[in-house]
């Protein structure tokens, strides 16, 4: 049982970020000069003021523009989402000078909804849905997709550890955890967690009240929400097991500790005690 409970903890040993989309696409040629007259553009869908063009230029490449018109936020927020789609979903590096108008133009014209009584009503407020049953089609895909992964993590981890000790398996965790994190076609999968080692593995969007659900009550098996695109993303709690205090516990050996400060210069995923929550793993499935 014991030794049952520890594979099932070291499966969530060793992985890096989220796999990327395959082929990075490229940024776009500038664009002609546009129509900056207040009115709504028939084929963005975008509101056409100063501005808007550099957003249907960067932002209309990998998902529709409806995804940007629907959200809202100030200054902070828009960085915010640029900032994250740059870690994880390979948005290209935007110039200062074409990223201070765009996100400008957002604030103005998508900025936080002024409702009057009430506050905004923003989909990360909201408390989780109930997520699907343990037999719908897209849990069990979610499951599937993992299953391999953390098996491919927890050998790697065991392997590495046995063979070259904790500081050459942080060196093992880093360069081969990348290729170890794939899913099956058409899947996405990956880690998250709160107090991050590898800063791409940062909390997306969608995760962000379903993670804060699993801080109140980690033993929750899973989570689900629906996603656009007929989409379910599923999110998992990893624990922290007794081993993973070696890297990742309140008191780590000096070669531990200097091996990861060389390696993660920002750190902050040490000071972990046995059965916090670590993180967790996610992934995006269709949804039929
Ligand atoms: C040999 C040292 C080592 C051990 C032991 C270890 N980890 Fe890690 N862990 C790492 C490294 C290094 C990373 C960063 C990998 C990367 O660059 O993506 C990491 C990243 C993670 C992440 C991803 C989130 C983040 O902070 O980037 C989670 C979750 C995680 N570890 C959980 C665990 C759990 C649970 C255990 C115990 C079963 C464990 N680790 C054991 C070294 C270790
Ligand atoms: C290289 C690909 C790519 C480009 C270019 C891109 N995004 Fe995204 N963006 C993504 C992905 C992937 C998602 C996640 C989509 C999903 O979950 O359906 C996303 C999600 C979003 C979301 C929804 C976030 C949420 O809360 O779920 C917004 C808003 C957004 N992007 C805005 C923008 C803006 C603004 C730009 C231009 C600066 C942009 N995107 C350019 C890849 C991209």
Known sequence: MRRALLLLALIAGCQDAP??????PSPPAPAAPAVEDGSLDPDTGLIRAPGWALVAANCSGCHSL???????GDRDHWIHLIRWMQATQNLWPIAPEVEEPLVAYLATHYGPKETGRRPPLDVRALPPPPPLAPDAAPVQRAQAALGPVKQ????????????????????????????????????????VSHRLRNPQNALAPWQETLYAELQRAPGTPYLTRQLPGDRVGYLEPIRTAGMCLT???????????AALSAAYPADRATGFHEGDLRGAFWAIVPAR
Do not use: F, M, W, Y
């Not at 409806?66 to 809202?72: D, E, F, I, P, Y």
């Not at 890297?247 to 500790?257: F, I, K, S």
């Open 19 to 24: 796999p990327a989309p395959t082929a990075a």
């Open 152 to 191: 491919g993590l927890k050998a790697a981890l065991v392997g590495a550890l046995q063979a070259h000790g904790p500081v050459g398996a942080i060196d093992t965790c880093r360069t081969q955890a990348p290729a170890l994190s794939k899913g099956p076609d058409g899947v996405q999968v990956g880690r």
């Open 66 to 72: 409806k995804l940007v018109t629907q959200n809202r």
């Open 247 to 257: 890297c990742h516990g309140e008191q780590l050996a000096d070669p531990v500790r």
